[in-house]
């Protein structure tokens, strides 16, 4: 049986570790608040006192942290339960640089290292319909492969380290800019007295029809945004997607202007809503 390992359980990562424990492994967490550990320990999984803990016992530990802040704090927490046949999995959005760090880090501990930064929102990672980016050590990836299905429908080996951190914020940074838009077309639909409800229509009918308007265009319609995926660490991934941009002399106007709304966004307090709150900026509902 593997030892499996998980830390950070917040939206993403408890769902993420129920679906890990599916493939019978033996599992260990740990969260800095303990209370989410609860629905695991339950289940059957062993609740350690430190990520250090986590790791020195399990084959494979995965981490699934909120920023590149959080990423380090808890890696650096973990670093020394990390050996020869105790390896890293980051599945945290972070940017590059971090992910580089990390990985050299648990070199020197003569531990394979592999980020893996997941495409979807709560949903997808309770169903373990996750897109799954991963770089780093190859050898890892194809042994990491039972519990990336698990989580996951679809993984893709990107290469060097920070391959696919950079991967994840271009494609949060297209997602960003389509909900921007998407909620600046509802304002000017709305202005111009037409039914919201049937633009959505016509958006699922044409070349627009996508997942994302779908589902979160009634919500927005309703005035919901129970937090799937939290605006802040949209805005968050946007900013590192800027970072990424200037680092590599691209521009990236449209992103920007996607970063301004929704660093508005935050200052009006919906930082902790669902990232499709952004809209209410523009429709003021």
Same mark, same amino acid.
């Given at each position: 049986?593997?030892?499996?390992?998980?830390?950070?359980?917040?939206?993403?990562?408890?769902?993420? #570790?129920?679906?890990?424990?599916?493939?019978?492994?033996?599992?260990?967490?740990?969260?800095?608040?303990?209370?989410?550990?609860?629905?695991?320990?339950? #289940?059957?999984?062993?609740?350690?006192?430190?990520?250090?803990?986590?790791? #020195?016992?399990?084959?494979?530990?995965?981490?699934?942290?909120?920023?590149?802040? =959080?990423?380090?704090?808890?890696?650096?927490?973990?670093?020394?339960?990390?050996?020869?046949?105790?390896?890293?999995?980051?599945?945290?959005?972070?940017?590059?640089?971090?992910?580089?760090?990390?990985?050299?880090?648990?070199?020197?501990?003569?531990?394979?290292?592999?980020?893996?930064?997941?495409?979807?929102?709560?949903?997808?990672?309770?169903?373990?319909?996750?897109?799954?980016?991963?770089?780093?050590?190859?050898?890892?990836?194809?042994?990491?492969?039972?519990?990336?299905? #698990?989580?996951?429908?679809?993984?893709?080996?990107?290469?060097?380290?920070?391959?696919?951190?950079?991967?994840?914020?271009?494609?949060?940074?297209?997602?960003?800019?389509?909900?921007?838009?998407?909620?600046?077309?509802?304002?000017?639909?709305?202005?111009?007295?037409?039914?919201?409800?049937?633009?959505?229509?016509?958006? =699922?009918?044409?070349?627009? =029809?996508?997942?994302?308007?779908?589902?979160?265009?009634?919500?927005?319609?309703?005035?919901?945004?129970?937090?799937?995926?939290?605006?802040?660490?949209?805005?968050?991934?946007?900013?590192?997607?800027?970072?990424?941009?200037?680092?590599? =002399?691209?521009?990236?106007?449209?992103?920007?202007?996607?970063?301004?709304?929704?660093?508005?966004?935050?200052?009006?307090?919906?930082?902790?809503?669902?990232?499709?709150?952004?809209?209410?900026?523009?429709?003021?509902?």
């Amino acid at each position: 049986m593997q030892k499996m390992g998980f830390l950070g359980l917040g939206i993403m990562g408890l769902p993420m #570790a129920r679906n890990l424990m599916r493939t019978g492994c033996e599992l260990r967490v740990w969260n800095r608040t303990p209370g989410k550990c609860e629905p695991l320990a339950t #289940a059957g999984a062993v609740v350690c006192d430190d990520p250090a803990e986590v790791c #020195a016992a399990s084959d494979i530990t995965f981490a699934m942290l909120a920023d590149p802040k =959080a990423a380090r704090a808890v890696f650096t927490g973990a670093v020394a339960g990390l050996g020869r046949g105790h390896d890293y999995v980051d599945m945290s959005t972070v940017d590059p640089g971090t992910s580089r760090e990390l990985a050299a880090a648990a070199a020197k501990q003569e531990a394979r290292f592999l980020e893996a930064p997941v495409s979807g929102s709560q949903k997808p990672a309770m169903d373990g319909t996750l897109v799954i980016m991963a770089a780093g050590d190859r050898s890892l990836y194809e042994d990491a492969a039972g519990a990336l299905d #698990a989580m996951g429908k679809k993984a893709v080996f990107l290469g060097e380290v920070g391959n696919a951190a950079r991967m994840k914020l271009v494609v949060n940074m297209i997602m960003g800019g389509m909900m921007t838009a998407f909620g600046e077309g509802l304002a000017l639909a709305g202005r111009g007295g037409l039914d919201r409800e049937v633009l959505l229509e016509v958006l =699922a009918a044409g070349a627009l =029809a996508n997942p994302m308007f779908a589902v979160k265009g009634p919500a927005v319609l309703r005035g919901e945004f129970v937090p799937a995926f939290p605006l802040k660490h949209m805005q968050k991934d946007l900013r590192l997607a800027l970072q990424t941009g200037d680092e590599l =002399a691209q521009p990236l106007p449209t992103a920007a202007a996607a970063n301004a709304a929704f660093i508005a966004a935050r200052q009006a307090g919906l930082g902790d809503l669902d990232f499709s709150a952004v809209c209410r900026i523009f429709t003021g509902s």
